[in-house]
């Protein structure tokens, strides 16, 4: 380096040396900012016979080379709890830049998590698997918002929080799944562009005063029996997701109304003709885990015939008494024209299905049909 011969002009000096540094950016705990200039000038002073005089060196000058570090994390480091057939179910992590400059961070996710790295057993994997920035600092995923997949510009001490999203299957084997995400260092400089992922300077390539090295300083933050390694430029963290409750208390109350018997409006009776309403309430009372694709199925009895159009499911209803109808439902199972739910009329098995796709805990949902006295 030329700070060498900037030594040697020193150690030649007679009397008093002095030497005046500068720097051009400013300093972070992850210390001086690639690219930063430093420039040192030294002056010795010294007299003959009686004479002073002095001498100036020629200016040493370098620039601060890019010490690449970076740290990953879950957080929570705990299992995320989950449910079957949930869609966009997220793990959270945090990416720090601890690189003496602005990077740019690739993300990749891996649902081969090795054997020890986690507590439990990985027995399934997510569906449709994507990585997501925070863009709004909030910490909580929110779909069509956080869309960014690659941390953008972060700066030295910086830190960003990563979501990886996947849909839970319906079916699974066992109940936990688990993730590694990956961090891997780019160069920034272009807002809103993923730069190129770094490549280390070699380390036997001498140093350059005037160019700026790229020296991979990150440790191994997964152990031998993880997918990193120290002084790679990436770093890995790993999270999990668990099924919690697989069961949920769902009940079905049924009941029988006689809307009409074509004789009398006031307390109709069971009268061949009369129109009668069998109304079914399903309740989830399972607090805070829903259930989904509830199926309900009625074969409708003897001595009655199938009103037509009269199926109607998501109406409220308590104790199996239909309180308000739903949405109407289409008798062949085509979608009808509002609502989630679906319906249809079997006229071969006589038989009436109503779909109710999710049923929070806590909540109760309506199904009914008509039938009319033989």
Known sequence: MSALGARRLLLAGTATIASIGTAHAQSTTTGTVAGTTITNTATASYTVNGTAGTATSNTATFVVDRKVNLTVIATPNTPKQVNLDQVDAYTTFQVTNNTNGIQDFALSANQAVLTGILTGTDTFDLNNLKIFVDSNNNGVYDPGV??????????????????????????????????????????????????????????????????????????????????????????????????????????????????????????????????????????????????????????IPANTTYVPGSISVGGLGTGGVCLTNGFTQNDDGTPPALGPYRGSFNATTKTVTATIPTLIGGASVAASFRVKIN
């Open 146 to 299: 956080d869309t960014k997949t690659f941390i953008d510009e972060l700066a030295p001490d910086g830190n960003a929080t990563v979501f990886v999203v996947g849909d839970i299957p319906s079916t699974v084997v066992g109940k936990m799944a688990q993730v590694g995400l990956k961090a891997t260092v780019a160069a920034g400089g272009t807002t809103g562009t993923l730069g190129p992922v770094l490549v280390p300077t070699p380390l036997n390539t001498l140093n350059q005063d005037n160019e700026i090295d790229i020296v991979f300083a990150d440790d191994d933050n997964d152990g031998l029996i993880g997918y990193d390694t120290a002084n790679n430029g990436a770093g890995w963290a790993y999270g999990a997701y668990d099924i919690g409750v697989t069961a949920v208390n769902l009940s079905v109350v049924k009941s029988a109304t006689v809307l009409s018997d074509g004789v009398s409006a006031l307390n109709p009776k069971a009268l061949p003709g009369a129109i009668v309403q069998y109304c079914l309430t399903v309740t989830n009372s399972t607090l805070l885990t829903p259930a989904t694709g509830i199926n309900l199925t009625d074969v």
